[in-house]
């Protein structure tokens, strides 16, 4: 049996704000419990939702060294459907209203002493890893810390550490002097080929040099990354580390996004039953959003963190063009307000057609993956994305710019040889995108069986664990064996 600790600044069902959260909620869940022990460590923020405060047990508390002073540091525990959860507390670091707030400085220093705190809490636990899967920037520090506690004892020799790229955009960047200070580092780690970057001390930097293997979320973006475009700055480490990279895509829940099971849905569906079925949801949708009731009418979705990242500037200059036509548009979403305030007066512009709805729901978003009949996601950049995957599972065609997990997961359509999952453009460019939406639209009004057909196979892809946790796994053999 192996050791398995996974570190990470979000998990569903206790935090969420992104893809990542689903991740790593959703995949220690599939590993071979006879080979793997997989337990999940995450901050105890004071913005949980009160049910799981309530499930916490508390274990034990002891004072560790940090930012010159001595540190609180409480461990709380649960289990939920089988894998044990950590929660590192700390009131003066995680009782902010969301998981990242403040100023960035904040938010390096709060996770900084995460990293060291899941080092610290190892031995009183009782669970020695074989290997720390970390996740982006937030526990980027963990295999630098580790790093420099080996020279310290025994425990820590011989952990090996996994570091998986969410989004490389963020990195966890401040000056190197106030890192060494708040880290207690020494010197011999702040130089260019360890964890400075570009004059400054960067996290996710150093979780990469660190890291016995890097990994990215999908094959694209794996490719992408090494080259300037995408690399954010660090495609240079990531031709350097090419040998010890690799992308596995990611998986869904397929428990919790079934469509066939899904209570929080007007209507349940499946494959065979979803053109009875799933206009009853679109109906229930248009109602609950105050759309025109209008089941012919096309509706295209989109339920995303609303960056400059996911494509909205494309959005934003072909908006007016793409209410010519008949479609609907319902958006869910919050963050720029840039485009929070651009939604709302396109809602207002164009009121029965465009619904934005700026706000945080889990119910609703699966009401909008199950009610919508396509699914527009024209990111700049996504390293692998979990709403198309959603998307596909609830037979709402995905409209994507071919890039990272987008291009990995939507073939698509050709309309000779009857085969793909949605629709797809290459430049990040918007005449592309509404040419793209409006070849959609022409197959939705005037080829229905063919759109019917290609719900079809979208319901029918496998985007569950099942193979992903495997290739972990095979990574996994491959630095601590069976
Ligand atoms: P990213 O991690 O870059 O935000 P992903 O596509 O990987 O993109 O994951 C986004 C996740 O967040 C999906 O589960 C999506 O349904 C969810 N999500 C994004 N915005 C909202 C929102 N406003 N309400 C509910 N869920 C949301
Ligand atoms: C990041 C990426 C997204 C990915 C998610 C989970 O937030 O932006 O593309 O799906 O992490 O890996």
């Not at 490389?168 to 200070?181: A, I, M, P, Y």
């Amino acid at each position: 049996m192996k050791n398995i600790l996974f570190a990470s600044s979000e998990c569903v069902p206790f935090i969420k704000t992104g893809g990542l959260a689903d991740v790593v909620g959703s995949l220690p869940k599939d590993f071979d419990k006879e080979k793997y022990d997989c337990r999940v460590v995450l901050p105890k923020y004071m913005c949980m939702k009160q049910e799981w405060v309530e499930r916490l047990e508390y274990i034990t508390n002891f004072y560790m060294d940090f930012a010159g002073e001595d540190r609180y540091v409480g461990i709380f525990k649960t289990e939920l459907n089988g894998v044990t959860f950590y929660f590192i507390d700390n009131e003066f670091y995680f009782s902010g209203f969301a998981p990242y707030d403040g100023d960035p400085k904040w938010n390096i220093e709060k996770f900084s002493f995460f990293c060291k705190a899941v080092l610290s809490i190892l031995p009183v636990i009782g669970f020695r890893p074989d290997l720390i899967h970390c996740h982006d920037w937030q526990t980027g520090l963990i295999p630098v810390y580790l790093d420099n506690f080996r020279f310290f004892g025994e425990y820590y020799r011989g952990i090996k550490t996994v570091m998986t790229i969410h989004n490389l955009k963020f990195q966890g960047v401040w000056d190197t002097k106030t890192v060494q200070g708040i880290t207690g580092l020494p010197d011999y780690y702040f130089v260019p080929d360890k964890l400075e970057a570009y004059k400054d001390a960067n996290m996710l930097k150093g979780g990469i040099v660190y890291a016995d293997k890097v990994t990215t979320v999908s094959h694209s973006y794996a490719e992408e990354i090494k080259t300037p475009f995408y690399g954010e700055g660090l495609d240079g480490l990531m031709a350097a580390r090419s040998n010890d990279l690799c992308g596995i895509v990611n998986g869904l829940d397929y428990n919790d996004w079934n469509p066939d099971t899904d209570h929080r849905i007007a209507k349940t569906f499946n494959v065979e039953n979803f053109r009875k079925n799933k206009p009853v949801n679109k109906a229930a949708l248009q109602e609950e959003l105050g759309l025109d009731k209008d089941n012919h009418v096309m509706l295209i979705g989109i339920v995303s963190r609303l960056t400059d990242q996911k494509g909205f500037d494309l959005i934003d200059y072909m908006m007016d063009e793409m209410c010519q036509d008949a479609v609907q548009i319902a958006v869910l979403g919050t963050g720029d307000p840039k485009y929070e305030n651009m939604f709302r007066h396109f809602a207002w512009k164009y009121a029965g057609k465009v619904s934005a709805n700026i706000f945080y729901s889990d119910d609703l978003s699966h009401r909008l993956y199950a009610g919508c009949d396509a699914f527009l996601m024209p990111s700049l950049f996504e390293p692998c994305g979990l709403s198309q995957l959603m998307s596909l599972r609830y037979g709402t065609l995905p409209i994507v710019r071919e890039t990272g997990g987008l291009k990995d997961t939507v073939e698509p359509y050709n309309e000779f040889e009857k085969t793909g999952t949605g629709f797809s453009f290459s430049n990040y460019n918007a005449h592309e995108m509404l040419n793209t939406v409006r070849y959609a639209e022409r197959i939705y009004y005037d080829k229905k069986r063919d759109w019917n057909k290609m719900i079809e196979r979208a319901m029918a892809q496998d985007f569950s664990w099942m193979n992903s946790a495997r290739q972990y796994e095979d990574l996994y053999r491959s630095l601590i064996g069976e």
